[in-house]
C-alpha cells in the first residue's frame, strides 16, 4: 500500500536575540500531543508552498506574513509521504499582536535550547539543519 502524498509548508521566524519561535501542541491532538513543532501546515490544492505559509501564519497566529525567503524543501516520511518546504522570517511584530489560533502555546528559544525540548522529530531534525547551516549568524 502507498502511502498518499501530503506536501507542507512551515517557517522558522527568529527574533532580535536570533531565537526561534515554536508552536506547543494541545495534549488533546491526535498526532504528537503536546509536543513543540513549527509553525505551518498542509499545501492545499492548486496551492503554492508561499501561499500556504501565508495563510497558515494568517491561521496560526492572526498575522500577515510579507517577508520570507525559503530556507530549504525536505523530503518527508512519517504518517505521509512528501516534501516540507521551510522558510524563514525575522519577526517584526511584537508579541502581543499575536492572536493563537492553534496549538495551546508559543514561545522563543535560544538555538542551544533546541536539544532540551520535546519537540517532533522531524521539525527537530529540521531546526538543527537550520541551526547548524546560520551557526555563525545565530552565535553572535
Known amino acids: ?21 515554536l508552536q506547543k501542541k494541545s495534549l488533546a491532538r491526535r498526532y ?11 499545501i492545499e490544492e492548486n496551492e503554492t508552498p508561499e501561499i500556504a505559509i501565508q495563510r497558515e501564519i ?8 510579507t517577508e520570507f525567503k525559503l530556507f530549504k524543501v525536505f523530503n518527508y516520511k ?5 516534501k516540507i518546504h521551510v ?13 493563537l489560533g492553534e496549538g495551546v502555546g508559543f514561545a522563543f528559544f535560544a538555538p542551544h535550547e533546541i536539544d532540551k525540548l520535546n519537540i517532533i522529530n ?4 529540521i531546526i538543527e539543519k537550520f541551526i547548524d547551516a546560520n551557526n555563525e549568524k545565530l552565535n553572535k
Open 1 to 21: 500500500m502507498t502511502k498518499k502524498e501530503h506536501n507542507f509548508a512551515t517557517i522558522l521566524f527568529l527574533n532580535d536575540q536570533n531565537e526561534i519561535l
Open 32 to 42: 504528537q500531543p503536546g509536543k513543540w513543532c513549527m509553525f505551518g501546515g498542509g
Open 58 to 65: 494568517k491561521e496560526e497566529l492572526g498575522i500577515k506574513l
Open 78 to 82: 512519517d504518517w505521509y509521504t512528501g
Open 87 to 99: 522558510f524563514t522570517a525575522f519577526f517584526e511584530n511584537k508579541i502581543s499582536d499575536i492572536s
Open 122 to 125: 522531524h521539525d527537530k531534525k
